[in-house]
């Protein structure tokens, strides 16, 4: 009895594989994306050596190629740049040009399949499944259009992957940046690559699994996709198992392309200068609170809770938070609390570097229990926040300010 329910899993696993759909799946990376918004924004900065700054200037995020080519490291601190590549240009970020190129590049990616899923400002995985009837070409050409509409429409180049795991069409993106833009992994090209491909190159492993695995003697993943499920499973959870499968070709994690609300908001961002000012921090703090109120109710959410932290001249960090009796996306409910817990915080004569807000427990629904009078207020405020983010819409940032 054992050996035909054995027999019976094995021939329904065999008829799994043979008709399953094979998907095919690309994955779309803005090459150098903050740099290339600012040379989008200014042709004056092509083909130099440009660096993008961090919020307070601090160090170098994004690097164009011929900064690479310099030897300007990621993450460089400006005065050490300043001082070893003098000829470099250096650029404040501006992130609301970038999210505004971001969505540019994802609507492109909607014009050719539905199932996009954005998975950071300048990546997105995209399931090209099928669509050779409709676009009808193969896949390569299809992706070949890809590069060049999003290059034509938002002057943004990208590198795309392409194979049948998102595990391995991002593995395939990372060769693309030195293979002309595109790299494919077809299955029979799948063994090779992984023959050549170091365990920490894979997306999802991490450092403290990499050193799980080197004391294995796993090096390659190769290597990693010979080992059982059990003992995967045994090491890293079921992860490990979905892992192998995936760097094997198999579609585990699918392109999902569902909105999700975000768990938590915040917004933070140094002071131009070392302040022990009270009055100078509200008012940072202030504009911190709105930009993180408009975000929320961007996705038509509610926060139960609220952070403020505050960071000194030489780093150290301190923060509070406290629940809120009602939910609220307005910052004129969240500023009372969020000052409260600043002036908790504040010391007269320390200086201070940065602050910023968190608004956790998100709730982004309608759905949520008040009193009669407590909902009157709620609509209030809802109608009013609405009036304040159409007002910015029409006429630009800031155009109307709120108190605290």
């Known amino acids: ?23 095919i799946i690309a994955l779309v990376d803005c090459d150098s994306f903050f740099v290339s918004c600012e040379q989008a924004e200014n042709p004056e900065l092509k083909g130099k050596p440009v660096c993008v700054l961090s ?10 190629k011929e900064a690479k080519a310099l030897g300007i490291k990621m993450g460089m601190p400006l005065f050490m740049a300043k001082k070893e590549f003098p000829n470099a240009i250096y650029v404040s970020g501006h992130h609301k040009i970038y999210k505004k190129y971001s969505k540019k590049v994802m ?48 002057d943004i180049p990208v590198s795309i992957g392409i194979s049948t795991s998102k595990t391995l069409a991002k593995l395939a993106s990372d060769k693309a940046k030195n293979t002309g833009g595109i790299y494919s992994i077809g299955t029979m090209k799948i063994k090779k690559v992984l023959s050549e491909t170091p365990i920490e190159e894979v997306w999802g492993i991490g450092k403290n699994n990499t050193k799980a695995l080197h004391k294995k003697g796993i090096l390659l993943c190769s290597e990693l996709i010979e080992m059982t499920d059990a003992s995967l499973k045994a090491l890293f959870g079921i992860t490990g198992v979905e892992l192998k499968y995936e760097l094997m070709g198999e579609a585990i994690f699918s392109v999902d392309a569902d909105y ?38 961007k996705h038509g959410g509610y926060c139960s809770s609220v952070g403020v932290m505050l960071r000194t001249k030489d780093f150290r960090v301190t923060w509070n938070k406290k629940n809120l009796t009602i939910p609220t996306n307005f910052e004129l409910e969240i500023s009372k609390t969020a000052m409260e817990l600043l002036e908790g915080l504040y010391k007269n004569g320390v200086l201070y570097r940065a602050t910023g807000i968190y608004l956790n427990d998100l709730t982004c629904t309608k759905d949520i229990q008040t009193t009669l009078f407590e909902e009157l207020k709620q609509n209030e ?13 029409k006429f630009g940032h800031n155009i109307v300010r709120t108190g605290y």
Do not use: W
């Not at 140094?270 to 009270?278: E, K, Q």
């Not at 405020?381 to 819409?393: F, G, P, V």
């Open 1 to 23: 009895m054992l050996l035909c329910f054995v027999y019976v899993g094995f021939i329904i696993n065999a008829l799994y594989h043979v008709f399953m759909k094979r998907r």
């Open 55 to 64: 919020n307070n200037d601090g160090c170098i995020v994004s690097r164009s």
């Open 107 to 154: 609507d492109c990616l909607k014009e050719f399949s539905p199932d996009v899923e954005i998975y950071s400002i300048d990546e997105a995985f995209v399931d090209l499944t099928g669509t050779r009837k409709l676009h009808k070409k193969n896949y390569i050409e299809i992706v070949k259009d890809i590069r060049n509409i999003i290059l034509e429409k938002t």
């Open 260 to 297: 999700k609300a975000p768990k938590s908001i915040q917004d933070t961002s140094a002071f131009g200068i070392f302040t022990s000012d009270l009055q100078y921090i509200k008012k940072a703090l202030n504009e911190h609170i709105h930009i993180a109120c408009k975000k929320l109710r």
């Open 381 to 393: 405020n809802d109608n009013l926040a609405k009036t304040l983010d159409k007002l910015e819409e």
